[in-house]
């Protein structure tokens, strides 16, 4: 399942941000902590930039293999929407890969497994996201995309670089709220994300539009930025 798989242009009424972020996610499977995110963003010319390591470790009940990979995804500073997004695994050998393109009206995606390659161009919708299943902070990115002054639910079309085609997810206000922190109670905005006919899940984000925390039960998984990860288990243990 697992292999498989700035500015905010659109997110009204948020501060503005500084051209330098970065943040680090703790990914838990069934609660249990099973890998990390780290990514780093960067404003570049009319870019922006995001560049982020990932690692994490799945079992199947009798053996627990690593995953591993780096990810690069550049999106326009003045739309948010994507340029480019490229993939590549660092463990396991393979050496797999897939590169996203975004040029004259077609997102062309060339996928590298195996040592064969295949490439695949389709015409690019207005509504184009790049939200791969374990790219967390590509929320990010959707966030920026999701009208606030509109508000309700919003159909997206996300590229899914794996099958070279877009799935329709749905991305809708659930409000605000609070989440506690270790300086406090930090004020969140919830959201609920379906992946059509594939599973669904809520995201909370800061101020900001970052994310903080995602839940998907279909797949027993839960990101939170590192800086809460240690508040909430000590929650639960309670």
Same mark, same amino acid.
């Given at each position: !399942?697992?292999?498989?798989?700035?500015?905010?242009?659109?997110?009204?009424?948020?501060?503005? &941000?500084?051209?330098?972020?970065?943040?680090? *996610?703790?990914?838990?499977? /069934?609660?249990? =902590?099973?890998?990390?995110?780290?990514?780093?963003?960067? %404003?570049?010319?009319?870019?922006?930039?995001?560049?982020?390591?990932?690692?994490?470790?799945?079992?199947?009940?009798?053996?627990?293999?690593? !995953?591993?990979?780096?990810?690069?995804?550049?999106? $326009?500073? @003045?739309?948010?929407?994507?340029?480019?997004?490229?993939? #590549? *695994?660092?463990?396991?050998?393979? +050496? @797999?890969? *897939?590169?996203? &393109?975004?040029?004259?009206?077609?997102? $062309?995606?060339?996928?590298?497994?195996?040592?064969?390659? $295949?490439?695949?161009?389709?015409?690019?919708?207005?509504?184009?996201v790049i939200l791969d299943?374990?790219?967390?902070? &590509?929320y990010d990115h959707l966030?920026?995309? *999701? @009208?606030? #002054?509109?508000g309700g639910r919003q159909?997206?079309? +996300?590229?899914? =670089?794996?099958?070279?085609?877009?799935?329709?997810?749905?991305?809708?206000?659930?409000?605000?709220?609070?989440?506690? %922190?270790? /300086?406090?109670?930090?004020?969140?905005? %919830?959201?609920?994300?379906?992946?059509? /006919?594939?599973? $669904?899940?809520?995201?909370?984000? +800061?101020?900001?539009?970052?994310?903080?925390?995602?839940?998907?039960?279909? &797949?027993?998984?839960?990101?939170?930025?590192?800086?809460?990860?240690?508040?909430? +288990?000590?929650?639960?243990?309670?």
């Amino acid at each position: !399942m697992w292999a498989g798989l700035a500015a905010l242009a659109c997110f009204s009424g948020q501060p503005v &941000q500084a051209a330098t972020y970065s943040q680090s *996610y703790t990914i838990l499977i /069934n609660g249990v =902590p099973a890998g990390s995110e780290v990514v780093t963003e960067k %404003h570049e010319g009319g870019n922006i930039i995001s560049s982020s390591e990932h690692e994490i470790f799945v079992t199947d009940g009798t053996e627990t293999k690593r !995953m591993a990979f780096v990810a690069k995804t550049v999106l $326009s500073k @003045d739309s948010a929407r994507p340029v480019s997004y490229t993939c #590549r *695994y660092t463990s396991g050998g393979s +050496d @797999d890969s *897939y590169e996203v &393109q975004v040029d004259a009206g077609h997102i $062309s995606r060339t996928l590298t497994r195996g040592g064969h390659t $295949s490439e695949v161009s389709v015409p690019l919708r207005p509504d184009t996201v790049i939200l791969d299943f374990n790219v967390y902070h &590509q929320y990010d990115h959707l966030i920026r995309r *999701y @009208d606030s #002054r509109k508000g309700g639910r919003q159909m997206f079309a +996300d590229f899914l =670089p794996v099958i070279g085609s877009d799935i329709p997810i749905a991305l809708t206000s659930l409000g605000s709220g609070t989440i506690p %922190h270790p /300086n406090g109670m930090l004020n969140v905005k %919830h959201f609920r994300i379906e992946f059509i /006919n594939i599973f $669904s899940g809520t995201l909370s984000v +800061d101020e900001h539009g970052r994310l903080v925390r995602l839940i998907i039960p279909a &797949q027993e998984l839960e990101v939170l930025r590192s800086d809460l990860s240690a508040m909430i +288990d000590h929650g639960r243990n309670r």
